[in-house]
């Protein structure tokens, strides 16, 4: 079985600060990681992903996250907020054993202050 | 077509209805997943389709829940006499063929769905 742990339902930066958004997952395969996000009202998009190679993965928009095996994390980082990073982040992984579809987190909410 | 197209955008309906939720997958996807999102909460997986067959319904809720595909393409995801705690988005999304790894998973906006 698979899961995914986003620590932080809500998190709030100041514009320019550093966002980090933290994800732990549990996978009896090597799993493949993802972050999608969420903009208000609208479908979720994939920021990036993590399949097999480099652990560190740069997607969209200057996030980028690193696996990291030891510590069964992917988490999301991007050096300095914009407003329009506000969004809710959702944390991925898959494929589980006998299952295709990915098995998501419960999302972390961004809010970026002026 | 150019995106994962769903509707209705917004439904509401009386408690002991029964609703049908339409998915149109990105042209030549062979996949296709269905998933829930409660308000406040993460995705969860209800049902995925590998051509117009489903290897994984596991995470249908009840018989109340039921999803078919025809022609490789239109999916419709159905819910008999929905009750309150069926009031959720419900998201559908596709990619090329089975598995992750190397396909990307495009979802659609989602059907709003309120059962007063």
């Known amino acids: 079985a698979q899961s995914v742990t986003q620590l932080g339902s809500h998190v709030s930066v100041s514009e320019g600060a550093l966002v980090l958004l933290r994800c732990n997952y549990s996978?009896?395969?090597?799993?493949?990681l993802f972050w999608y996000v969420q903009y208000p009202n609208q479908g979720l998009q994939l920021l990036l992903k993590y399949t097999t190679g480099a652990t560190l993965v740069k997607g969209i928009n200057g996030f980028e996250a690193e696996f990291k095996k030891s510590e069964t994390s992917f988490h999301l980082t991007k050096p300095s907020a914009h407003m329009s990073d506000a969004a809710e982040y959702f944390c991925?992984?898959?494929?589980?054993?006998?299952?295709?579809?990915?098995?998501f987190g419960s999302g972390t909410r961004l809010q970026v202050q002026p | 077509g150019a995106g994962v197209s769903q509707s209705p955008s917004n439904k509401v309906t009386e408690k002991g209805k029964d609703v049908e939720l339409r998915c149109d997958p990105i042209?030549?996807?062979?996949?296709l997943y269905w998933y829930r999102q409660r308000l406040g909460q993460g995705l969860e997986f209800l049902i995925y389709?590998?051509?117009?067959?489903?290897?994984?319904k596991s995470g249908l809720p009840s018989d109340r829940f039921s999803a078919e595909r025809t022609g490789e393409s239109v999916s419709t995801l159905t819910i008999q006499r929905t009750q309150q705690e069926d009031s959720a988005v419900y998201l559908c999304?596709?990619?090329?063929?089975?598995?992750?790894?190397?396909?990307?998973?495009?979802f659609g906006e989602g059907s709003w769905l309120t059962v007063v």
């Open positions: 042209s030549g996807h062979t996949a």
């Open positions: 999304a596709s990619s090329l063929e089975t598995g992750p790894a190397g396909n990307t998973i495009y």
């Open positions: 996978s009896s395969v090597p799993p493949y």
């Open positions: 991925a992984v898959g494929p589980g054993t006998g299952r295709r579809a990915l098995t």
């Open positions: 389709f590998q051509g117009n067959s489903a290897p994984d």
